[in-house]
C-alpha cells in the first residue's frame, strides 16, 4: 500500500494495518462510510495489548492524530477566562481558577489528570465514553506502552501483583495530544457509602497532582471530575473536595502554577463549579 498523504488515506491504511495485526480482525469488513471506519480503528486501539508499533505505522498514527487533534480544535489556556474573568467570582484564588465545559482532549494545557484504574493501562472497553478512553485513544497507543513500562519496573520493584495504589500520580508524556504531559491517577471507589476516609483520599489526588506539577514544572493542569461517574463518588461533594483542597494548596504554594482547569463534561458539573467558586 502507498504512503497515506491524506486524512481519509491515513484512516483506510491504519485500520487495514490494525486489523492486520490480529488475525480475528481480518473478519471484521471494513465500513464504507468515514464515521465506521472511525469507530473501527478506535476499537482496534482499545482492544490493544501494550507492544511495540511498527515505526511507518506509528508515524502515520501519530500524523491521523494531530490532523484529529487540529479537527477537533485545540484549546489554549489563555483562551479559558478564570472564574474572576468569567463570572466575577472574588473566591480565594478566583483569578488562577477556570471551569471549562468541554474535552479534555483539546486541551493544550501543561498536563491534563487523567482518571485511571489501578492497572494503570487505560480502559480497553471499545468506544467507551469515560475520560481513561479517549485519552488513551487520542494519544495514540505510545501511551499504553509507556504506562506498561512504567508499571512493568513498578512490578520489579513491588512484586508482580502490584497495581498503582488510589492517589498516587503517574507523570507520561502526552503524544498526540495538546497537552504537554499527563498525570495518570486512581481515585477512590465508592462501593457502599461515602466514608471520612474516602474524602480524605479524593483530596489527597488533587493536592498529590499538584505537588508533582510543583516538582515538574508544569505551570498548567486540567483536572477531570475525578471518581465520580463509574467511581461513584458523589458529584457536588467531589466538587466541594475539589475547590477546597485546590484553593487551599494554591494559598500555601503561592507562584508555583499559574492556571488550574476544572475541566467539566455534564452541565450539572458545570453548575456545581461555578456555584462554588462564585
Not at 127 to 152: K, P, S, Y
Not at 160 to 184: F, G, R, S
Request: glycine content about 6%.
Amino acid at each position: 500500500m502507498k504512503e497515506p498523504k491524506t486524512q481519509e488515506e491515513r484512516l483506510d491504511w491504519l485500520v487495514e494495518r490494525f486489523k492486520a495485526e490480529d488475525m480475528g480482525y481480518m473478519s471484521i469488513p471494513t465500513p464504507a462510510a468515514a464515521e465506521g471506519k472511525r469507530t473501527l480503528l478506535r476499537s482496534m486501539m482499545n482492544v490493544r495489548m501494550p507492544k511495540s508499533l511498527p515505526e511507518e505505522v506509528r508515524a502515520v498514527q501519530d500524523a491521523y492524530l494531530r490532523e484529529r487533534a487540529a479537527e477537533k480544535g485545540v484549546v489554549r489556556v489563555g483562551d479559558i477566562p478564570t472564574a474572576a474573568q468569567a463570572f466575577f467570582s472574588d473566591y480565594p484564588g478566583a483569578d488562577l481558577i477556570s471551569v471549562w465545559q468541554g474535552d479534555i482532549t483539546r486541551l493544550a494545557a501543561d498536563a491534563v489528570v487523567n482518571a485511571a484504574n489501578a492497572q494503570m493501562l487505560g480502559c480497553f472497553r471499545p468506544m467507551h465514553t469515560c475520560i481513561d478512553n479517549c485519552i488513551h485513544t487520542f494519544a495514540g497507543v505510545e501511551l499504553r506502552e509507556e504506562c506498561d513500562r512504567q508499571m512493568g519496573l513498578l512490578r520489579e520493584r513491588y512484586g508482580e501483583e502490584y497495581e498503582q495504589p488510589t492517589a498516587v500520580p503517574m507523570l507520561t508524556d502526552a503524544y498526540n495530544l495538546p497537552a504537554k504531559k499527563i498525570i495518570h491517577i486512581v481515585g477512590p471507589i465508592v462501593t457502599d457509602e461515602l466514608t471520612p476516609a474516602l474524602e480524605r483520599d479524593l483530596a489527597s489526588c488533587y493536592r498529590n497532582t499538584l505537588d508533582l506539577c510543583e516538582r515538574e514544572g508544569l505551570r498548567s493542569v486540567a483536572f477531570c471530575c475525578i471518581s465520580t461517574g463509574v467511581f461513584r463518588f458523589p458529584n457536588e461533594r467531589a466538587a466541594e473536595i475539589a475547590v477546597r483542597m485546590v484553593t487551599n494548596w494554591l494559598d500555601q504554594h503561592q507562584g508555583a502554577v499559574d492556571r488550574v482547569i476544572f475541566n467539566v463534561f455534564k452541565d450539572e458539573d458545570r453548575r456545581i463549579y461555578e456555584r462554588l467558586l462564585s
